[in-house]
């Protein structure tokens, strides 16, 4: 199964289409999840089952009511990918007694192919005033959505010299270089000594579809945090770019 959509995501000439690339990085986010969900301690080890994938051994939940809550959610995920109508997603870890964040994972996306004008700082402020989140409110995991105005379309054209054409080993050696950083990460990352829950936001364009199970939610920042920026990968029509913050202790500051 894994096998025929790594192929459906690539034609004969490597030309990577929407379709394809939305499969790329909706695959990526389900195994990113699993593996953050088990690197962070969130689920003990035996819900848990290790597969080989992008070439290095993951961890994914063998539990079916996370697994039928995270296909809820990536299948969302991928209709506003299909779309061009989601900008983030975020994994949010939250303390389960006090529902303080303590670690936000947040993933950037990109539509590399969708040439758009950078906002002023008055267009970014404005657009952070009309922020809106959602989420849905099933205990202990919460589907959030985080909405925005879109940015307006810039007149200038593209570059002459045609962007590089990446094949879907390319693709998935950037990957791999990705999750391996978010596995070392647990090196630097305080512990989370605390039972802890999880959410997951996305923030997508103003104009989007929200299916009625989205409601409004807070964009789950962390208090007090440290950011560390991540590795990034790009298909030929998207690009993800990844970074964490974490809460520092109070003598840590």
């Given amino acids: 199964m894994m096998q025929q959509r790594q192929q459906q995501a690539t034609s004969s000439r490597n030309q990577i289409t929407l379709r394809g690339s939305t499969q790329i990085i909706v695959e990526f986010f389900e195994y ?33 009511e996370i697994k039928n809550h995270m296909r809820e959610i990536l299948k969302q995920v991928e209709a506003w990918l299909m779309a061009c109508k989601v900008e983030k997603l975020i994994l949010a870890i939250k303390s ?99 039972k802890c829950t999880w959410t997951i936001l996305c923030q997508t364009e103003k104009d989007a579809e929200v299916p009625a199970t989205w409601t409004d939610a807070d964009p789950h920042l962390v208090h007090n945090a440290e950011q560390v920026r991540l590795r990034s990968f790009s298909t030929n029509l998207h690009k993800i770019d990844a970074m964490v913050a974490y809460r520092l202790h109070d003598d840590d500051v």
């Fill in 32 to 64: 990113c999840i699993n593996s953050l969900l088990f690197q962070r301690g969130l689920y003990a080890p035996e819900y848990f089952k290790m597969t080989k994938k992008y070439g290095l051994n993951m961890l994914v939940t063998t539990d079916p």
């Fill in 96 to 194: 389960k007694e006090t529902m303080t964040v303590l670690e936000r994972w947040q993933f950037d996306i990109q539509n590399t192919k969708d040439h758009t004008a950078v906002p002023t700082q008055q267009q970014q402020q404005q657009q952070q005033q009309q922020q809106q989140p959602f989420y849905d409110d099933k205990e202990n995991q919460v589907y959030s959505f985080n909405s925005r105005a879109t940015t307006a379309s810039s007149s200038s054209s593209s570059s002459s010299n045609p962007p590089h054409e990446k094949t879907e080993k390319e693709i998935q050696t950037e990957i791999q270089a990705i999750l391996r950083q978010i596995t070392a990460s647990v090196t630097f990352l305080p512990m989370l000594d605390e």
